[in-house]
Every structure is written in C-alpha cells, then in structure tokens.
C-alpha cells in the first residue's frame, strides 16, 4: 500500500503521516527524498535542497550541466530535481508499503500507473498560524507571511508540474481537516481506517 | 448524528448523501428543504425555488414584503430563504437523525452549535460533465457551461452567506472524491464507517 499526503503549510499533514507510517510499519518518505537524490546528481547538493518542492523562477533561471546523467542536462536544479523525484518515487513505490509526504508523489504515481491513496491534509488558516507560531517561537506577523508564501510555493509547485490545483478535492481521493480531532487522534483515525482496507 | 453535504454539481453528492441516508435509516433533506420553508413565508412559492441555492443577484434587487413574518420584511426572495432555512435546518437537526443536502447547513448548524459531521463531495470536471450528459441527455457543449454555471452559483451562494470558501478542504470534516470508488461504492463505504462513529 502506497500513501501519498499532500498539505497545507502547518496542517499537521508531515506528522500525520509519520504517525501513520510509524502505526502501519511503512517507509515513511518526506524530505530524505532530497538526500536520496543527491546521488544521482552531480550539481551542488544545497542547490538541491534550495529547490525542494519549489518551481523554478524563470526570474533566477540557473541552468545546470549535470555531469552524471546525460538526460538532466540544461535543465534548473528544479526540473533536474522533480525529474530525479520521478524516478525515485517509483522506484521506491515498487519496493515496500510506504508514505510520501508531498513532492507530486501522488501524480507521479498515478502516471506510472502505481496504485496509490492519495489524502491532502488542510486546516482552517488561523489554526495553522497559531501552531507555527507555538513550533518556530515566532511573531504572528511573520507567521502570517510564512504559511502564505510556503502555501504559495507549494501551490505553485504542484500546480506547475502536475498541470492540476493544488489542494482541490478532486485531485485526491480523501482530504481531511486536521483542527477537527486534532494532529494525534487524525493519525489515530486515518492508521485504524487505513489497516482496514 | 447530523450529516452535511457540500457538492459538487454532477459528482453525486446528492445520491450519496441519500444512499447514506437510506442506509442508516436516516431523515433526508434535499430540495424538500424548499417546500418546507414555503408554509413560513407568503411570497409566492415560484419565487422561493428561483431562489434556491442562490445568492440574490444585485441587479435584479427585488424586495419582499412578507405579510406573515416580519422579520422577513423588505428582504430579497434568496435572503428571505437562507433566513428561513437558517431556522428550519436547526429545528430539524435537534429533532431526529439527518442528512442535509447543501443550503450552508454545515454553516448553520455549526454557528447554532450544534454538532455535524461535514463533508464535500467532488469529482473531477470531466467525470462530472460525462455523468451529467448521461442523467440529462445533453450535448457536451450545453453541459460543460451547466455544470460551470450550476458550480459558480453554488460558490457564490455559499461564499455570501458563510463567508467561507467553498469547496476548500479546511471548511469541511471530509472531502471526497467520488470517481474513485463510484457513485454506489463511495455511499457503501461512507455510510460504512458513518455507521462506526
């Protein structure tokens, strides 16, 4: 069984999947995609990192020359990236029961003809403001600007290599609203009704 | 339990929500809630259905004066029914079991504080037109501009009267998309686990 979890910024939706890949025994995949990608590239690896989950701004366009793959080359660290992610998620799919925490898994997936759940996990604004306030020690103010501009640049992301809408119910089979029962008994629901199917 | 559905035009929301219903032994409310509502006010019944389900539309204002309630004085017919529904969702969810079919009931209800489970139901756009065709013997053409129109009318309608957003997942307990499962399947395992909470 293969979850993917798309999520608002400060949903909750990276620890629901942890819990639920923790609860069921799955892989649990979220931002060690990077690192499993570092491997297949030979550009600089914080660039990398810097391009994670992030569409490239045709503003700032790098174009890179990857040694290694002939297939990456001229490409934005951010096209090579959301190519390698490509490769991988499949890859990985195609081995054990695992979780994906967002990076298009849920497309990339679909178009590899995977069978995969897909959830998105959303919370009303203010409750994600005031649980990234209570996580970063930050002001509301730049609290308000960050889980803006992250929802931006994932919306973005997504929408631009998908050619979907981020966040829309039709894209995903279930969305789930996490200030209802809260982050742990959200995990709790979805591992029990998961196992079950 | 009360159960609230949002939906998206032609994605079944309302066979689910009866399914459901049927399935749990639960009162249903669709339309009927329009009938209901014609017995608490004297305008004239074809103007409260007009009214249905729809913001008023400003540039054609026309103002009511109703002989029997006065507090729906001077209001449009659409303002006239979300009032009226207002109390009548309210009165009916401390009676008995139910399911409601759109009309902001999850909004009403919640502002009355009364506990419901609320769920949207989506499809994608393709499947919705498809469906849509099939129901109502129509050409694609005349059903891809019903069902951006039906779904347009349905956003305005709620977006005025809650001050929410329609369709999103943060203002519902659960989204679902019902191309996955299908139509029948989707209200089985729905009312499946409604049935265990």
């Given at each position: 069984?293969?979850?993917c979890?798309?999520?608002?910024?400060?949903?909750?939706g990276?620890?629901?999947?942890?819990?639920?890949?923790?609860?069921?025994?799955?892989?649990?995949?979220?931002r060690?995609?990077?690192?499993?990608?570092?491997?297949?590239?030979?550009?600089?690896?914080?660039?990398?990192?810097?391009?994670?989950?992030?569409?490239?701004?045709?503003?700032?366009?790098?174009?890179?020359?990857?040694?290694?793959?002939?297939?990456?080359?001229?490409?934005?660290?951010?096209?090579?990236?959301?190519?390698?992610?490509?490769?991988?998620?499949?890859?990985?799919?195609?081995?054990?029961?695992?979780?994906?925490?967002?990076?298009?898994?849920?497309?990339?997936?679909?178009?590899?003809?995977?069978?995969?759940?897909?959830?998105?996990?959303?919370?009303?604004?203010?409750?994600?403001?005031?649980?990234?306030?209570?996580?970063?020690?930050?002001?509301?103010?730049?609290?308000?600007?960050?889980?803006?501009?992250?929802?931006?640049?994932?919306?973005?992301?997504?929408?631009?290599?998908?050619?979907?809408?981020?966040g829309?119910?039709?894209?995903?089979?279930?969305?789930?609203?996490?200030?209802?029962?809260?982050?742990?008994?959200?995990?709790?629901?979805?591992?029990?009704?998961?196992?079950?199917?």
């Amino acid at each position: 069984m293969i979850i993917c979890i798309g999520r608002e910024f400060g949903s909750g939706g990276h620890e629901i999947g942890k819990e639920v890949a923790d609860r069921l025994g799955f892989i649990f995949y979220d931002r060690t995609l990077v690192e499993e990608a570092l491997s297949r590239s030979t550009i600089p690896p914080e660039e990398l990192e810097r391009a994670d989950e992030k569409k490239h701004n045709p503003w700032l366009h790098r174009i890179w020359y990857d040694a290694q793959n002939e297939e990456l080359r001229g490409l934005s660290a951010n096209d090579m990236l959301f190519s390698i992610h490509s490769q991988l998620i499949t890859e990985l799919a195609s081995e054990d029961n695992c979780v994906f925490i967002g990076r298009c898994a849920d497309y990339i997936l679909q178009n590899a003809g995977i069978e995969r759940i897909s959830l998105f996990i959303a919370a009303p604004f203010q409750d994600r403001v005031k649980r990234k306030m209570g996580l970063l020690r930050m002001n509301e103010k730049s609290t308000i600007t960050l889980v803006r501009k992250t929802d931006k640049e994932r919306k973005a992301y997504y929408d631009y290599y998908t050619g979907r809408s981020w966040g829309k119910p039709h894209n995903y089979d279930f969305c789930i609203n996490s200030s209802n029962y809260g982050i742990q008994r959200t995990a709790e629901v979805l591992a029990e009704k998961l196992a079950q199917m």
